[in-house]
């Protein structure tokens, strides 16, 4: 088992080395072909990606922040990221085939 780290952002990455995580791969972007079955995903990932990792028998836990609106889109520091009480939520993700459209014309 691998434990990833993913997030591009220094304040989740102080916050995750602050609570002390097993974490053996630290990036900021991840290729889903490197993730294997069993390994473990943490950090901030788009839904599709994530659903990727889900596919391929890793688990996926998402940092979740409680931010204000004003706080969206700004850079945080670690003391921000514990602020907005920055923790990892497990999600499983699946992607449905053949999504459907949601214009009417």
């Known amino acids: 088992m691998?434990?990833?780290f993913v997030s591009r952002h220094p304040g989740a990455v102080a916050?995750?080395?602050s609570e002390?995580?097993?974490v053996d791969h630290w990036v900021e972007h991840l290729r889903p072909e490197e993730v294997k079955a069993g390994d473990v995903?943490?950090?901030?990932l788009p839904v599709g990606l994530a659903s990727?990792?889900?596919a391929r028998g890793a688990r996926f836990f998402s940092l979740t922040l409680d931010l204000?609106?004003?706080a969206r889109g700004k850079e945080l520091d670690l003391s921000a990221v514990r602020a907005?009480?920055?923790r990892l939520e497990e999600f499983v993700v699946?992607?449905?085939?053949?999504?459907?459209?949601l214009c009417r014309s």
């Open 2 to 4: 691998t434990v990833w």
């Open 15 to 17: 916050w995750a080395k």
């Open 20 to 22: 002390g995580l097993p």
């Open 41 to 44: 995903v943490l950090g901030t």
């Open 52 to 54: 990727e990792v889900c």
């Open 68 to 70: 204000t609106p004003e």
């Open 84 to 86: 907005f009480r920055g």
């Open 94 to 101: 699946t992607r449905r085939p053949g999504g459907v459209p």
